[in-house]
């Protein structure tokens, strides 16, 4: 089993729609929690960065952390056609886990007009 | 500010052969992270450095190996190549000295061996 899951997709949407992107993890020592966004044929690029449980917003973007349930979402309010990426969860345990990211499978999203 | 450059951005190898990637971090940062992104296997972390020094290593063979400079700029290497190193090659950057995961990604090397 994957230390980080996250489901596929692909996911495809109206423009407009709510999305909602999730990851669930196994690992008790993972406390910073990232979502990464990468478009093809591009390196991922950072899109949300939390640490511990709560919740962080950056305009159309929320990020949501779960540590008692263990449990990562992404959410993007009135989609666009350029939210269409592959959408990838990250996470880390901090310490000695220099440059070591565990990340998702990835969510590929389509948002059509 | 420039972004994370990685060379060359495609390349075809043959088995056998070796390979040699570049990074050059975003100006500033010192720590820098290669990773392997297949379709099968996803981002697998290879190897991090910091102030020319490996602080972190991924489950990767031998083959795999990796340098910093004192400018920062990394380079990775792969030796006998086999079909299955046909990959994206990424490099991540990052401001912050400790383990808290704030890299900032190239747009990788994608390594085709045939």
């Known amino acids: 089993q994957k230390e980080v899951e996250q489901d596929p997709g692909p996911l495809s949407v109206p423009e407009g729609a709510i999305v909602s992107l999730n990851c669930t993890y196994s690992?008790?020592?993972?406390?910073?929690f990232m979502w990464y966004r990468q478009y093809s044929r591009k390196g991922p690029e950072l899109l949300m960065y939390?640490?511990?449980?709560g919740n962080k917003e950056d305009g159309r973007f929320t990020a949501q952390v779960d540590k008692s349930s263990k449990y990562i979402s992404l959410f993007i309010r009135d989609s666009q056609p350029s939210d269409s990426a592959t959408y990838l969860c990250a996470t880390t345990g901090g310490g000695t886990s220099y440059g070591k990211l565990t990340f998702g499978q990835g969510t590929i999203l389509t948002v059509h007009p | 500010k420039a972004g994370v450059t990685q060379t060359p951005r495609y390349l075809i190898k043959t088995r056998g052969q070796q390979v040699t990637l570049s990074c050059s971090p975003i100006?500033?940062?010192?720590?820098v992270s290669w990773y392997q992104q297949t379709p099968g296997q996803g981002l697998q972390f290879l190897f991090e450095y910091f102030s020319e020094t490996q602080r972190n290593k991924g489950n990767f063979p031998g083959r795999f190996s990796g340098r910093q400079f004192s400018n920062s700029r990394s380079e990775m290497n792969v030796s006998t190549l086999e079909l299955g190193d046909s990959a994206l090659y990424l490099c991540?950057?990052?401001?912050?000295?400790?383990?808290?995961?704030?890299?900032?990604f190239g747009e990788g090397s994608r390594l085709t061996v045939l």
């Open positions: 939390t640490y511990s449980s």
């Open positions: 100006s500033g940062h010192r720590s």
């Open positions: 991540a950057s990052s401001l912050v000295t400790g383990a808290t995961g704030e890299l900032f």
């Open positions: 690992n008790s020592a993972f406390q910073y």
